[in-house]
DNA sequence: AGGGCACCTCGGGCGC
DNA sequence: TGCGCCCGAGGTGCCC
């Protein structure tokens, strides 16, 4: 599921709900969950007694931030948060509870088990793994066009792939990569060094574009993604490529066509992105030598 | 550095 | 038409 859109949209609605809160007490069910600190025992004992201040975000992971503590939680595929009153029957995949003083409790639910929690001490956190070799914010101050180049045109992996690793930018997931990949006009196979400065212009563009949008819906509901609230966000209406293989490009009229590039699934209308032609450059060098 | 696979469960699609 | 199997799914991390 859940990439910048999603993650900031649960941030929200948790703030909301949680913020104030004091744990009691935390079960946790599903050991591989809690991975710091390593005893499950240990990290349900350390949270008890503790007050929820605030819920932020960094990159795809939310930092929740108490007294004394912070909890940095990874939702991966399809991880979820909800909260609930305490004698509310609990549903199938939850995995850990925290239980409030105020007969509330917030669950959460991973049917696949993938995603992560790590507890440290303020200030730990952004400088422990997982939160500390992340890249630039994107939708912050700081990412400008020409950070945006700095943090990747130097690299020589395919456009997709670079924009996926959270190394260098922080928050695009294989939905929106397609998407801004489509917005600038870009084939996901190209390489940094092929793209020229209005391309790096579109492509920053889009990223930021795509990104607020889908904040601004409230991310996409693509299969499970609900916030905190049980609500659906609702950009997954907007798409333009993503999940819409052999429908018609909403620009050109053209045929989506879906592909696999650095090992995930790929949308492109290949009208629209263009993959320009190997050896074009150097074919142009014979010539002039000639 | 880049690709491939593993982590897990579920559901959709395809084939019989 | 119905059932069962296989594959793929929005993310990362570790292997080579």
Redesign the pocket.
């Known amino acids: 599921?859940?990439?910048l859109p999603?993650v900031e949209t649960v941030r929200r609605t948790l703030n909301e709900l949680v913020a104030g809160k004091r744990i009691e007490r935390v079960t946790v069910t599903l050991p591989?969950i809690i991975q710091r600190p390593e005893e499950p025992e240990a990290f349900a004992a350390a949270l008890a007694g503790h007050t929820i201040q605030s819920v932020e975000r960094r990159?795809?992971f939310l930092r929740i931030i108490l007294d004394g503590l912070v909890l940095v939680s990874?939702l991966?595929?399809?991880g979820r948060y909800g909260v609930y009153k305490q004698d509310e029957p609990v549903e199938?995949?939850t995995h850990v509870r925290f239980h409030f003083d105020d007969g509330m409790e917030l669950r959460y639910k991973d049917?696949?088990?993938?995603g992560t929690m790590h507890l440290f001490a303020p200030g730990d956190d952004l400088t422990l793994?997982?939160l500390n070799k992340l890249g630039i914010e994107p939708l912050e101050e700081a990412f400008t066009l020409q950070a945006f180049k700095k943090a990747v045109a130097s690299?020589?992996?395919?456009i997709k792939?670079l924009l996926?690793n959270?190394e260098h930018i922080v928050g695009l997931?294989?939905?929106y990569v397609d998407e801004a990949l489509f917005t600038a006009g870009i084939h996901p196979e190209r390489t940094p060094d092929t793209l020229k400065a209005a391309d790096w212009s579109r492509l920053y563009d889009a990223i930021r574009a795509t990104l607020g949008r889908a904040v601004d819906a409230g991310g996409s509901?693509?299969?499970?993604?609900v916030n905190g609230q049980g609500e659906m966000g609702m950009f997954q209406h907007e798409l333009l490529v993503y999940g819409r293989e052999k429908e018609a490009c909403r620009s050109c009229g053209g045929p989506i066509s879906k592909s696999v590039v650095?090992?995930?699934?790929t949308h492109i209308c290949l009208r629209c992105q263009p993959l320009p032609k190997a050896g074009k450059r150097a074919n142009q060098v014979k010539q002039a030598a000639k």
């Open positions: 599921m859940p990439e999603e591989r990159g795809k990874h991966r595929m399809e199938l995949h049917v696949r088990q993938f793994p997982p690299r020589k992996t395919k792939p996926l959270q997931g294989n939905i509901s693509i299969k499970s993604y650095g090992g995930r699934g």
